[in-house]
């Protein structure tokens, strides 16, 4: 258990807060993108034109 010590030493911390932080942020826009991309794929196959709504 040693590991989790470290781990949670305030200098681990205060790198690893602002890590996951900023991948976290680019995993929501990712997902946003790719579902926004559906949306748009799906009115596409209904005929829509997407570039006029």
Do not use: C
Not at 5 to 16: I, N, R, V, Y
Not at 27 to 33: Q, S
Request: no cysteine; proline share 4%.
């Amino acid at each position: 258990m040693e590991w989790l010590e470290q781990l949670l030493k305030a200098e681990t911390l205060s790198l690893l807060i602002p890590i996951v932080a900023i991948v976290g942020a680019f995993a929501v826009a990712a997902l946003k993108a790719h579902h926004r991309h559906q949306e748009r794929i799906e009115k596409i196959k209904q005929g829509y034109d997407p570039d006029n709504l």
